[in-house]
């Protein structure tokens, strides 16, 4: 009889730690900040934030701020900074590395840990590299600090746009960014898996088309299935996004590189995903439309806007709690944009953010509103934060749609742990009591046919499942006493 119905594969709930409003505060800029917690009303707050691009931001469950991050306008290569709730500094919250760029930031929440938080951070240019620092909340009397700082992920360049969205079983995270190779082209993106046992080794993945370049943006789907990637040469493509697995499908190409408007700072996708969003950043900014229904999709482009008057005006773009999608539009003259901001410079240009109120509708139904969001007198600047979606929860009947955990899966005292799961290559077992009991270890697919049997000792080890092929196994466990079936995935 098969694995499957001959035992009880036990499932444990999850409690995770997301509620309906841990997307609703922004902080960027010159001070500035959004609460979307009503979203039916937003409005703007103080933050103590002074940066030109690259910022992320956190709430509680009830939409409390926790923290936010940003690039300091006054440093290069280690200007991050973290700010707690009190829009104070944490003590130990600066320094990280970074390089002053626009999507050079976002924060994880770290899989099985209430109170801690990834913050990941690239530096484009100078302190090459991927890099993360963890933040515990519970420090500083509950207000948040540094717990560990600057810690290398990867030593090469990188584009400055990152992308994180939740496992398909609702605890886990990937996170995405696209490599450098200094003007030679490339299509090399590094995939990892973030999981209560740490981050895993790297996928490195080659998809779509090539580019030439280290500004790039990357945003994924409310619902986490479609990525978009653009980078400031004109490549603009999407991608299918399977949670579960990690794997990409149906590249759509909007653009190709070097074919559109060069320049191209942001973009985002409609709430319905049928709609792409570009920001041109040049002598002459734009805001194009795109409908990846049309074939092709680049004869759907529409021009909503031309910021003329401005140059370099055209900033980040990013879809909003309130499903609107908002634009950051800085001031320049005719020579430069000002940057920092004199005491001086206050207009409507840098006080407010445009509003793309109806994304999902065509051409000028979606209702584009220029300058119409007021930010309590408070400045933009380029950037706006760099959030994933933190509400998101599991993939309802997906393979991962709920998290298998061998502690204690029987009832039994004597139990032990296998991860991480999903796996790479290989799986770990740890003994909670170990013993010089053996277990046999039986692995079947999903046919019921058996691909793999050994006996191991009852204590911490590790096994080499690098062979089976990509898909979903159960693993039964078997000893005087202990018994139990668990779903594996191997990626």
Known sequence: MKLLTAYIIVSFSVLCCVGQDRNSIWCFGDSAGIDFRNPLNPVPFNSILRSKGSCSSVADENGNLLFYV??????????GRVYNRLNQQMPFGWGLYTSNWYKEMIIVPMPGQLDKY????TSTTGMLGVYYTIIDM??????????????????????????AVKHANGRDWWLIYAMNHNGFPTDEFYLYLITPEGISPPQILNMGGTFRTNAGDIVFSTDGQRMLFSTITGLIETFDFDRCSGTFTNLQTVEPEFVTTRALLSAALSPDKNMVYASSNDDTSYLFQYDLRAVPIASSKDTLATFADIPFNAGMLRLGPDNKIYLSNIYANQFYYFFPYKDSIYNYHNMNLSVINSPDSIGAACNFQ???????GKRTYFGLPNNPNYELGPVTGSVCDSLISVP????????????????FNKISFHAFHPSRE??????ENEMGSRVYERFLPFTDCEVDLSFLPRGVYFLKVTSERLSGVQKIIHL
Request: charged share 10%; net charge negative; no cysteine.
């Open 438 to 443: 053996t277990v046999l270890l039986e692995i």
């Open 408 to 423: 204690e899966f029987a009832g039994q005292a004597n139990g032990f742990s296998v991860y991480p799961n999903p796996y």
């Open 138 to 163: 519970s420090l500083d009397n509950g207000n948040g600090d540094v717990a560990q700082f600057n810690i290398n992920l990867m030593q090469e360049s990188v584009l400055d746009g990152m992308g």
């Open 70 to 79: 940003g690039d300091d306008t006054t440093f290069t290569n280690v200007g």
């Open 370 to 376: 220029p300058y119409s969001f007021f930010l309590g």
């Open 118 to 121: 990834y913050i990941f951070h």
